[in-house]
């Protein structure tokens, strides 16, 4: 290792505090320092190249060296750098970049509303949840429904929405009112003998459960994503979203259909919605938006639900609610070339086909002894992993053999990422089916390197 990697690190250690990292550990393990990308390769500071088998986090669409979209933060930077969206001010990107966003929603669509990240988004919109319901008079319909093991963010209010216990220990979370229902994961939830279809049943009589048990008057909103992604890449079961919504309307419950990681093309349509035939009311993007080029978000409210809030702004005097950069012109205007490039290339059905060939050689690894279940849709998928195929298990401490095999698929020249024992899989929308078979070797490789060194019962 180069004096400079070492001095790197060293630096790393002594000055960065890291998210979603062990602290303790970190001066002992130290940092992985990517010094450059190109396409769906990332290269560290000691000169190793990676297939960046996770774009990042689930959000570099177009690869890590799109000129486009560097020319046209550029281009945006010299002739508005910054500019805001308070006080009836706008702009030209983030106009066009509305207008736009609008026109591709998978469901009719209103208005949108610009923030700086997905959990800033769905931050916001449980305030305006929050909003809507005293605007409608109805101020004791507060509570929102997510999901055991969903991801919405890490704010103190998205973070309360997240189902995973360490986004909740030792915060405080969650808070008063956020209630999570039933993960849809039928491999690992489903019972003995018991369909997918009667899964998705179960699923959709636990919310309303629910619902009845809190009351349906209390109850103002149903927050999930299309397709499941820190939880550990969950497919809903057959049927699922259709008895799921048909709850919501029982009850006349607002749907929010998270799509930050499932939006701009990563289920093989643009939206995860189409796929699913979701129809939310609210539709939360992020990532892919703008490829993580710059830190940008948004999410899109139909009329139902846009016009009392407009009614409430008008009875008080103003929405009290903003941010400095939301809506930013540099990160709109890469947004609008990050979705035209998107559509110029057929990224969407790309998407769809590359997709088809990585899970369909995932599923040949299914007989391995390590390989509980495979999972995916689109360009998204998961490799659960086991050492007892029969109970389902991966070994007495959730979480181990997901590392080791995230370390060995690192060696190999892919980065993952383990969700307690699901490798997840999200590249880039543009890798080629070359590139997808390059991983599927590695997969392969890895799984094998691991079985060498542990005790396994098939």
């Excluded at 349906?216 to 979203?241: K, L, N, R, S």
């Excluded at 998107?342 to 060939?357: D, K, S």
Aim: charged share 20%; glycine share 10%.
């Amino acid at each position: 290792m180069s004096h400079e990697a070492n001095s790197q690190e060293a630096r790393d250690i002594a000055y960065h505090f890291h998210g979603y990292t062990n602290a303790a550990t970190h001066p002992q393990v130290g940092p992985l320092v990517i010094e450059s990308g190109e396409g769906v390769y990332v290269t560290d500071n000691n000169g190793k190249r990676y297939i960046e088998g996770m774009a990042g986090l689930w959000s570099v669409g177009l690869g890590f060296n799109e000129k486009r979209l560097i020319d046209a933060a550029h281009k945006q930077m010299q002739q508005l750098p910054f500019y805001h969206n308070f006080s009836h001010r706008s702009h030209d990107a983030i106009i066009d970049l509305a207008e736009k966003l609008v026109q591709i929603a998978p469901v009719p669509m209103s208005k949108a509303y610009f923030t700086n990240s997905g959990s800033e988004a769905n931050d916001t919109v449980m305030k305006m949840v929050w909003y809507r319901s005293n605007a409608l008079g109805k101020p004791e319909k507060k509570k929102i429904i997510s999901r055991q093991r969903g991801y919405h963010g890490v704010t103190i209010a998205s973070a309360s929405l997240t189902g995973l216990p360490n986004n909740h220990r030792s915060f405080d979370l969650p808070i008063e009112g956020v209630l999570h229902t039933t993960c849809p994961h039928y491999w690992k939830d489903g019972q003995d003998g018991e369909s997918e279809e009667e899964f998705a049943s179960r699923c959709a009589q636990d919310l309303d459960d629910m619902i009845q048990k809190e009351g349906p008057d209390t109850v103002a909103a149903f927050i999930a994503e299309p397709v499941m992604g820190a939880g550990g890449v969950v497919v809903p079961p057959a049927t699922y979203w259709e008895k799921i919504q048909a709850v919501l309307a029982k009850y006349d419950i607002i749907l929010i259909a998270d799509e930050v990681i499932c939006g701009f093309g990563r289920t093989g349509n643009m939206f995860g919605s189409t796929t699913y035939d979701i129809k939310p009311d609210v539709l939360v993007m992020s990532k892919q938006i703008s490829s993580s080029y710059i830190p940008f978000s948004a999410f899109l409210v139909n009329e139902r639900f846009y016009a009392p809030i407009a009614e409430e702004s008008g009875r008080i005097g103003v929405l009290g609610h903003g941010f400095t950069g939301g809506g930013h012109p540099v990160g709109a205007a890469v947004s609008l070339e990050n979705i035209k490039i998107i559509e110029e290339r057929g990224l969407v059905a790309h998407a769809r086909e590359v997709g088809e060939f990585f899970l369909s050689g995932l599923r040949k690894l299914e007989d391995h002894p390590l390989v509980g279940e495979v999972r995916g849709v689109g360009l998204i998928a998961a490799l659960e992993l086991v050492t007892d195929k029969a109970t389902k298990t991966a070994g007495e401490t959730p979480g181990q053999l997901g590392a080791i095999m995230n370390k060995a698929l690192l060696e190999n020249g892919v980065v993952s990422r383990n969700m307690v024992d699901a490798l997840a899989f999200c590249p880039p929308l543009i890798i080629s089916q070359n590139e997808a078979q390059i991983m599927l070797d590695a997969v392969e490789k890895s799984l094998e390197d691991v079985k060498g060194n542990l005790p396994v019962s098939a």
